[in-house]
């Protein structure tokens, strides 16, 4: 059992992050997309795909639960499908299932219900590299401040997806994130190539993050990437899933129940100010609706993601002016939702994304969130 003491972690969490009204008292429900359990670093590329962001969220409401029973009612399902998934009422990719009528009825239910949108989405490869930046950030670069610090993340964030092939070997030929300390002078020799050919395409902050790297170089140092777990960048996705309890104190949290995550979760005695927290609950997806409209939520959060991962903003601008009626529907309808979401508390979302991709989320909220 390990004693994890949350009163410092909600302390930061709350002023870095400035959420409001989290003494609340809400209702979290909760079922995630894209649960990679780990990301790994192999010979050939990696254990599992980094284009959709992992995502952990759902339902929320405050007061009584709200009777949810007509959303998942007449959508011209099979009898057989005891769970419903988003898989049951739209399949594809994001574009593709923004067609779909039956996931319009479902949007449009929602939307007029007493409930609101939460979630926690976390971008693999950026989470994955941005100890790169913790590692090398001086004096210098905090004066900027941290939209700067950020920046200088999104734009390794691009260049990885630029070349991932050659970082992926980099990676694995110097057991990244666990660099020996004789070795931070290679392995930055070899990384510094890379961030050079694009030094005139990105913002300034890219040429500036490499004079960084040139100085960890001359000092031998990368103080994040030390006595880690060999080729294993993300090792558990636990804090995904402990962060909304102790930030959101005073409201219940229900978890679909599955075993490893509640075995993690029950790994940690979490206390909050020398008291216990037993907010967290773990339910079958199967009898409880608001955990199966969590699920279809989530599932299309997550295409979302792929969408946003993939495409620079020029191509997703192009690809929203050739939606059809029906894509525009759908896509309105969730992003008013994510709207009314942000109204009722901006604390409802959590975000480990790039600069870059967080401006695509904005864009799109600004254009169809009214």
């Not at 009204?21 to 997309?33: G, P, R």
């Not at 930055?188 to 694009?198: A, N």
């Not at 295409?303 to 529907?329: G, M, Y």
């Amino acid at each position: 059992m390990i004693n994890f003491d949350t009163t410092p972690a909600r302390k930061a969490e709350l002023q870095f992050n400035k959420i409001p009204n989290a003494d609340a008292v809400y209702s979290f429900f909760y079922d995630e997309t894209n649960n990679i359990k780990k990301f790994r670093v192999k010979e050939k590329g990696f254990n599992v795909s980094f284009d959709s962001n992992f995502v952990v969220g759902g339902v929320a409401y405050d007061g009584q639960r709200p009777d949810l029973s007509h959303v998942l009612k007449n959508l011209g399902l099979q009898k057989t499908v005891s769970e419903v998934k988003l898989k049951h009422l739209a399949e594809g990719c994001f574009e593709e299932c923004l067609t779909s009528g039956k996931l319009n009825m479902f949007l449009r239910r929602i939307e007029d219900a007493p409930v609101y949108l939460h979630f926690s989405s976390m971008n693999i490869l950026y989470w994955s590299i941005v100890d790169i930046v913790d590692s090398v950030i001086d004096i210098r670069s905090l004066q900027h401040g941290p939209a700067f610090l950020n920046q200088l993340k999104s734009d390794l964030y691009n260049v990885c997806r630029l070349e991932i092939t050659a970082i992926q070997d980099i990676f694995y030929r110097y057991k990244y994130p666990n660099i020996k300390k004789e070795e931070v002078e290679s392995f930055i020799d070899e990384f510094l190539p890379l961030l050079h050919k694009y030094t005139s395409d990105f913002d300034p902050g890219l040429y500036f993050l490499t004079e960084l790297l040139e100085e960890a170089r001359a000092e031998g140092d990368l103080p994040f990437l030390f006595e880690e777990e060999d080729l294993t960048p993300i090792k558990s996705l636990v804090g995904f899933y402990t962060r909304p309890i102790y930030v959101f104190i005073n409201s219940q949290h229900f978890f679909d129940k599955e075993d490893e995550i509640a075995r993690e979760i029950g790994e940690y005695r979490m206390t909050y100010e020398g008291k216990l927290i037993t907010t967290y609950h773990f339910l079958d997806s199967k009898a409880d609706i608001i955990i199966q409209i969590s699920d279809v939520l989530m599932g299309l959060t997550g295409k979302l993601s792929t969408f946003i991962n993939t495409f620079p903003w020029a191509e997703i601008e192009a690809k929203l002016l050739r939606f059809n009626q029906a894509q525009i529907d759908n896509l309105r309808i969730y992003m008013r939702l994510i709207s009314k979401s942000l109204q009722k508390n901006p604390g409802f979302f959590h975000q480990i994304e790039s600069s870059d991709n967080r401006q695509k989320y904005s864009a799109m909220l600004e254009l169809f969130g009214e």
